[in-house]
Nanobody, 118 residues
């Protein structure tokens, strides 16, 4: 299994970024997928989740209305569109597949760094 996150960078407050996560080694379309983030000195938190086939989504309150998760099952890729970015969104962002009980299934990838700063 490989999870390869990309698209991070340095952005001004109020700016936007689009993250991608390319997955391989498992049947991507069969699993819900999630984005997580880990800020310096803090634990990893769940940011957004998207269902496997219905495309239903859930978001952490801190990002609701600003972030949008989507997926392309033909490309085995999940995306996170981030708008109106704030300094507190600064973190390393990771993706993972979810099991039936909502548990993370696979080892973490390398993540992609998002830094929001003026």
């Amino acid at each position: 299994v490989q999870l390869v996150e990309s698209g991070g960078g340095l952005v001004l407050p109020g700016g936007s970024l689009r993250l991608s996560c390319a997955a391989s080694g498992f049947t991507f379309s069969s699993y819900a997928m999630s984005w997580y983030r880990q800020a310096p000195g803090k634990g990893r938190e769940l940011v957004a989740t998207i269902g496997s086939t219905t495309g239903s989504t859930n978001y952490a309150n801190s990002v609701k209305g600003r972030f949008t998760i989507s997926r392309d099952n033909a490309k085995n890729t999940v995306y996170l569109e981030m708008n109106s970015l704030k300094p507190e969104d600064t973190a390393v962002y990771y993706c993972n597949a979810l099991g039936g009980l909502g548990q993370r299934l696979y080892p973490w990838g390398q993540g992609t760094q998002v830094t929001v700063s003026s």
